[in-house]
């Protein structure tokens, strides 16, 4: 492809095309990696890595080590904690009580006996296997509101009201959402972008297949 119909596809001034192709640029846009991606019909993530955006070695690293937890292991886990004496109940919600600004705790259709370091949380329902297999369609996922979130923390975002669960990731002033479902495309956070974090992931309870 000529930079020419590099620049008319993804809107990039000829001359900026130019420059980053002669390594001009010392820090390419993201929005304009992303839109080079695209236009070359290819995973923009790894442009990113390339970019030195992404620590990809940190990923698959905290991926790797995520996956290698069986389910069953993360059940037996969770029960553990939610089977102590002094338990608390948290309303259990379906997935769509998360609305782009909040989680509507009205209308619980159960509730979760959970541990007292849990009883501030509330329990969602998942209907989308967007995160798995570290979280499997039908889990439970107990999340807390008004929580710091960290770089491969899992939380529930609003981007201009659309509702997601994804991982977190931020390096320097940019911030990633990643599914740990492959191969879903990273969505890149922008300074203009409506984003809200509605809340963090503390817990998963998958469902047994």
Do not use: W
């Not at 919600?93 to 159960?110: G, M, Q």
């Amino acid at each position: 492809m000529t930079s020419g119909m590099l620049s008319y596809k993804t809107g990039i001034h000829r001359s900026t095309i130019h420059r980053i192709e002669n390594n001009d640029i010392e820090r390419i846009n993201p929005k304009n990696l992303k839109a080079i991606a695209e236009a070359l019909n290819i995973n923009y993530l790894n442009l990113f890595i390339l970019a030195g955006y992404v620590d990809i070695e940190a990923i698959m690293d905290f991926s790797e080590d995520i996956i290698q937890k069986s389910v069953k292991e993360k059940i037996d886990e969770h029960l553990k904690a939610i089977s102590k004496v002094n338990s608390h109940s948290i309303p259990l919600l379906k997935y769509e009580a998360i609305t782009s600004e909040k989680i509507d705790h009205r209308n619980p259709i159960s509730f979760l006996n959970v541990d007292s370091e849990e009883k501030d949380c509330i329990s969602i329902l998942m209907n989308c296997d967007d995160m798995s297999p570290t979280i499997l369609d039908e889990s439970i996922i107990i999340v807390k509101n008004d929580v710091e979130i960290n770089s491969g923390d899992i939380g529930i975002f609003s981007i201009d009201e659309n509702v997601l669960i994804r991982r977190f990731f931020r390096k320097n002033e940019t911030i990633l959402l990643l599914s740990d479902k492959i191969p879903y495309n990273p969505i890149i956070i922008e300074k203009n972008d409506n984003f809200k974090i509605i809340g963090k992931v503390l817990k998963t309870i998958n469902k047994l297949k």
